[in-house]
């Protein structure tokens, strides 16, 4: 069983390797049957090919049309596997708001992010991507969210998280902000005053969770993007 387990996700990193979206969920399907974790068919299997996606971007051997193609495979895969995803009990109905800042349209990893936290029972409002920072006081004022994630690939956008923050504050608003991102770090979390940074969507879940457990520790969100922060560094403000 291990064996197969084993060629199981290796077959789903290809698969998304290969922009194969029928394979992608065609090895989900057979993920499901032979009774694999699907949290950990996406983790160590479809999001695993996207890291390795990432290398050939960085490396100029796929360029953007090749990373909507290979987004697309993990998406259907991810889609047959959603509905086998244990559902938690509701957090004491938390809410969070997500979203990525002004000025970066790279959503993929905020995507994957969100599907595990809703899976954990959180209650989610998706912003989208390239969010205007009042965009995300307001909707955290309006629904008195619990949480907001902040998500940048981009090094030109990472300054309006610590606006986005700072504008929280002088709402009076309470939320918890958690960031994330390719080129951010614990230390510019810390920097800007947000409450956690997680460094991939596995460790998403267990790092909300702790925001409301009042366990103060380099908390992460780092969002599993996969273009490179050197190639996007011209992004629209």
Known sequence: MDTDKYEILNNLAQAVVEMGATRAAELAAEAVQNKIDPYEAIIDGLARGMDKVNELFENEEYFVPEILLCADAMYAGIEVLRPHLSKENAWN???????VVKGDTHDIGKNLVKIMLDNAGFEMHDLGRNVPYAKFVDTAGELNADL?????????????????????????????VMVGGGPLSPGFARNIGADGYAKNAAEAVRVAKNLFQNIHVPLTFKAPEFVSVRKNQGGER
């Open 93 to 99: 109905k938390k809410k969070i708001v997500i979203g």
């Open 148 to 176: 907001v994630c902040l998500s940048t690939l981009m090094t030109t956008t990472m300054d309006g998280m610590q606006v986005v923050i700072e504008d929280l504050k002088k709402a009076g608003i309470a939320s918890r």
